[in-house]
């Protein structure tokens, strides 16, 4: 039981924390409707429903969609506020609104149970191989309780504040990386209609003050050679920079350049799709 961790959400980035945490030694269990998540997690996996999943797991590592879902599971009917169990430990590394993680925390903290809100960034690929980089909000107890489980799928945990802070920090990441890869895909079309070889200007970029994880690794991985394979979607990018703009009114914040920002990738996801690769963008 307290080797237990069930994963609820076996998504791109759920089935492969799923996996990471099996290989480390825990007994995993995936939770996921979908009639193809017992493929995604492995034949050696079982898939179980929440109810099974809440009464065998002592932790459960949600990766869901966003804030609806996670309050479903967790404060719903049938969830786990709703079922008569013991101490269970929360690790949400779901990209969620910070304001209902805050809520969350509380609502699960006076039944007696522990919860962190842990977004990472990564990608799948490093879902699979355990080297995500995670963004921590908790309370010092629930951060202590999480730690092996934390220790195993992240690579790099940084603890951020209380309740909700790494949601926050979490949508403050994913806004700078859109803001980055939409003037980025605005600077190669400049560099193009100038006659230049947008791989000799992105080098150069590289090499002095303009550069950003977008022009070193996005551009160069999926935009240039025009792979767009990453496994993260334009509507989820655009949900995102969405969900940080509500963030932002919702704390009174002026922040003229995010709503420009959003209203584009809101735009570019209509006109490409929101199953478009994310990278998209730099060539829209």
């Given at each position: 039981?307290?080797?237990?961790?069930?994963?609820?959400?076996?998504?791109?980035?759920?089935?492969?924390?799923?996996?990471?945490?099996?290989?480390?030694g825990y007994h995993v269990l995936g939770v996921d409707p979908s009639p193809d998540a017992p493929a995604?997690?492995?034949?050696?996996?079982?898939?179980?429903?929440?109810?099974?999943?809440?009464?065998?797991?002592?932790?459960?590592?949600?990766?869901?969609?966003?804030?609806?879902?996670?309050?479903?599971?967790?404060?719903?009917?049938?969830?786990?506020?709703?079922?008569?169990?013991?101490?269970?430990?929360?690790?949400?590394?779901?990209?969620?609104?910070?304001?209902?993680?805050?809520?969350?925390?509380?609502?699960?903290?006076?039944?007696?149970?522990?919860?962190?809100?842990?977004?990472?960034?990564?990608?799948?690929?490093?879902?699979?191989?355990?080297?995500?980089?995670?963004?921590?909000?908790?309370?010092?107890?629930?951060?202590?309780?999480?730690?092996?489980?934390?220790?195993?799928?992240?690579?790099?945990?940084?603890?951020?504040?209380?309740?909700?802070?790494?949601?926050?920090?979490?949508?403050?990441?994913?806004?700078?990386?859109?803001?980055?890869?939409?003037?980025?895909?605005?600077?190669?079309?400049?560099?193009?209609?100038?006659?230049?070889?947008?791989?000799?200007?992105?080098?150069?970029?590289?090499?002095?003050?303009?550069?950003?994880?977008?022009?070193?690794?996005?551009?160069?991985?999926?935009?240039?050679?025009?792979?767009?394979?990453?496994?993260?979607?334009?509507?989820?990018?655009?949900?995102?920079?969405?969900?940080?703009?509500?963030?932002?009114?919702?704390?009174?914040?002026?922040?003229?350049?995010v709503e420009d920002v959003s209203q584009t990738w809101q735009e570019t996801r209509d006109r490409l799709?929101?199953?478009?690769?994310?990278?998209?963008?730099?060539?829209?």
């Open positions: 039981m307290p080797d237990t961790v069930a994963v609820v959400g076996l998504g791109n980035m759920g089935a492969g924390i799923a996996r990471t945490l099996a290989r480390a995604r997690i492995g034949a050696d996996l079982p898939v179980v429903d929440l109810h099974q999943a809440l009464r065998r797991a002592a932790t459960l590592v949600l990766s869901l969609p966003g804030s609806p879902q996670v309050e479903k599971v967790l404060l719903g009917t049938g969830g786990l506020t709703d079922t008569d169990v013991p101490h269970r430990l929360v690790i949400d590394t779901s990209t969620s609104d910070p304001l209902s993680s805050r809520r969350i925390a509380q609502r699960l903290a006076d039944g007696g149970n522990s919860y962190v809100d842990a977004p990472v960034s990564g990608g799948p690929s490093g879902a699979a191989q355990g080297t995500l980089t995670m963004f921590l909000g908790g309370e010092d107890d629930a951060v202590a309780e999480a730690k092996g489980v934390l220790d195993v799928i992240a690579a790099h945990v940084v603890r951020v504040g209380g309740p909700g802070a790494g949601h926050v920090a979490k949508l403050i990441n994913n806004l700078l990386c859109a803001t980055h890869l939409q003037i980025a895909g605005e600077a190669l079309r400049i560099a193009r209609a100038a006659g230049l070889d947008p791989e000799r200007v992105v080098g150069a970029v590289n090499a002095a003050s303009g550069r950003s994880a977008v022009t070193e690794v996005n551009l160069a991985r999926w935009v240039l050679p025009g792979t767009f394979d990453s496994g993260f979607t334009l509507g989820l990018m655009a949900r995102d920079v969405a969900l940080a703009t509500e963030v932002a009114r919702a704390l009174q914040v002026d922040t003229p350049l799709g929101a199953d478009a690769d994310f990278n998209r963008m730099a060539q829209a």
